[in-house]
């Protein structure tokens, strides 16, 4: 059972070498030459104003809240959904039901103007 | 052809003993790679081709027979330039952030099948498994947005995560669906599942087409692709998230995009398609045609049209704007995939399921 799972290892530290090997290939073979103006970050040619790490917009969180939540809600599917048919119309009902609160839940935060961006 | 990889194993294990496991499943991984980075390079040239074509010039023309060595120029290029770290960055994490992009993108082929038994690693939680590396690409945008300190990169990565946590929730009921249709979460057994003696009508983009319609768009969103590349709209925030790379570090993010992109389109050859499955299998006249086919080239082909509409997409559709790409995520896809979910669930309590 676990040997499925060595050759993913392998294929996960495959893939950051894969990563790794071309940056630091890039550093030995491209100049290497900083100066302050290179250096700075880019804006359209002027001096940065202040602090890119400003104030956004609190959509993003809104939507990093309710991803959660049907991210979870995805997750408890998962298994349901495998084991479907052998556990017949009453498995079937019972996921409606919880699916129902949560389709509640959909309607009342789409109404509430949660998913609006303007 | 099994035979001789038997024959391969066994004198492997005779010579190395413990030490053969890692070394044959290193070079099952390679071949598998290898390929992969050989057709992001070749991909790459023929957007650049088929866009040409279909805005009527010929595309790139100059390196090579028909522009064929135009990867490798560029990649060569990519590999000369200075990689620049900006002064005011955190410079660890704008380092691992192109890692942290590729290395999810390239891990989770370890369990796509290219034919019956071809994979790395026939794990029982292939599906999942896939979801959970291909949700750990976002880390990378987000924290190559954040780590640049710069007010573009800022922008794009924030615009960038929202979209791809939104899209992945419309991805995952339809992942839902194809289990409930499935029965299972390893891949094999997906494919075999869509086995039977009526060719492509046995395959799951029939009872799930609508599921297929939005998996596929949401796999254009999720690898931030035309028209839902708002991460990188030059109109606006200069190139979003990777504006301050250079060099090499660009060439990973760049990399791990086009890894994603064959991604998709090798699930859903998988998961609605028929994976390796001869679409024509039991056919009359033209099954028995084309069984010879080996199963590979089957699956191939189908990755290439998937992505083949990869790239008509960007040649066809403007970019979205950011309200009306929110308002297809949430209110169109998740609604839809939801109903579908429930619509399959309840058709299999009937005695008139087919599949």
Redo the contacts between chains.
């Keep these: 059972m676990l040997d499925n799972y060595f050759p993913v290892l392998l294929f996960i530290l495959v893939g950051v070498a894969a990563g790794v090997a071309p940056l630091v290939l890039g550093r030995l073979l491209g100049p290497h030459r900083p100066d302050s103006a290179k250096l700075s970050p880019y804006e359209c040619g002027f001096e940065a104003f202040e602090n890119a790490r400003m104030k956004f917009d609190v959509r993003y969180y809104l939507v990093a809240i309710l991803f959660i939540l049907f991210d979870l809600e995805i997750a408890f599917l998962f298994p349901w959904a495998i084991v479907l048919k052998e556990i017949g119309t009453f498995g079937f009902v019972s996921m409606m039901v919880f699916l129902a609160i949560l389709v509640v839940g959909f309607i009342y935060e789409w109404m509430k103007g949660a998913l609006e961006w303007e | 052809m099994m035979e001789l990889l038997q024959t391969i194993e066994q004198t492997g294990q005779g010579l190395l003993g413990p030490l053969w ?2 070394l044959w ?2 070079i ?3 071949v598998v ?1 290898a390929p992969i ?1 050989g057709s992001v390079a070749y991909l790459t040239l023929a957007e650049r081709k088929i866009l040409g074509f279909m805005q009527v010039r010929p595309g790139p023309n100059r390196v090579g027979y028909w522009g064929l060595l135009q990867p490798l120029a560029d990649g060569i290029k ?12 955190n410079k660890f994490l704008f ?1 691992s952030a ?10 989770a ?3 796509v099948p290219f034919g019956d038994g071809m994979q ?5 939680a292939g599906l ?2 896939i979801l959970a590396m291909t949700s750990l690409g976002v880390y990378g945008i987000i924290i190559a947005g ?1 780590a ?8 794009g990565a ?1 615009r960038s ?2 979209q791809i ?2 899209y ?2 419309a991805m ?2 339809a ?3 194809v ?2 249709v499935a ?3 390893n891949l094999g057994d997906i494919v075999r599942g869509q086995q039977g003696n009526y060719g492509l009508f046995g395959w799951y983009f029939i009872p799930l087409f609508p599921v297929f319609v939005v998996y596929f768009i949401a796999g254009v969103a999720e690898t931030n692709r035309a028209p839902f590349d708002l991460a990188e709209d030059e109109a606006t925030i ?1 190139a979003g998230f990777h ?2 790379y250079s ?3 660009f ?2 993010f760049f990399l791990a995009e086009y890894a994603n992109m064959i991604l998709i389109a090798a699930l859903a050859s998988v998961m609605f398609l028929g994976g390796w499955l001869n679409p024509f299998h039991g056919w009359p006249v033209l099954g028995g045609l084309t069984d010879w086919v080996p199963g590979l080239l089957w699956m191939l082909g189908k990755m290439s049209v998937m992505l083949f509409l990869f790239l008509w997409f960007r040649a066809t559709f403007p970019r979205y704007r ?2 009306q790409l ?2 297809l995520g ?2 169109v896809f ?2 839809l995939t ?1 109903v579908w ?2 619509v399959i ?2 058709w ?2 009937t005695p008139f399921w087919l599949w």
């Excluded at chain 2, 990519?78 to 960055?89: A, D, F, G, N, R």
């Excluded at chain 2, 790395?120 to 029982?124: A, D, E, K, M, T």
């Design positions: 496991l890692p499943t290193l099952k991984i390679v790679v980075m990519l590999l000369l330039k200075e990689i620049i770290i900006p002064s005011s960055s380092i192109p890692v942290l992009a590729l290395a999810p993108a390239l891990a082929w370890a369990v790395v690693s026939n794990l029982n999942l498994y954040w640049s300190n710069s007010k573009y990169a800022f922008l924030l995560a929202a946590v939104s992945e929730l995952g009921f992942l839902v669906s289990l409930l029965q299972s979460m200069v504006t301050e060099g090499m570090g060439a990973l950011y309200d929110m308002r949430w209110k998740i609604p939801l979910v429930v669930a309840a299999m309590q």
